[in-house]
């Protein structure tokens, strides 16, 4: 009886653990629609070859975007790098 009830309270805490990630996400994206929402005057932006007027939301979504791209890339090549030394190489 004992193994069931350790067994119950895991599954509680992965799920509890789910759900509260369901809901930081939840309030974290809904911030992140009121920010965009309350930013949506133009404002020139020039970068490179580019010139123009953008709307701010816009730039903030652009910068998210290629932010989180970075993230990815890096941790992509830190699993590799992990892999490689560990000997599992794909």
Request: charged share 20%.
């Amino acid at each position: 009886m004992s193994e069931d009830y350790d067994d119950y309270l895991e599954q509680s805490s992965v799920s509890n653990r789910r759900v509260a990630g369901l809901i930081v996400a939840g309030i974290i994206i809904a911030a992140a629609v009121v920010f965009l929402l309350q930013n949506t005057e133009e404002a020139p932006v020039k970068f490179l070859f580019f010139s123009g007027q953008v709307p701010i939301y816009v730039v903030i979504l652009v910068s998210m975007g290629l932010g989180a791209l970075l993230v990815l890339i890096a941790f992509g090549l830190r699993r590799r790098a992990k892999r490689r030394r560990h000997g599992n190489d794909e």
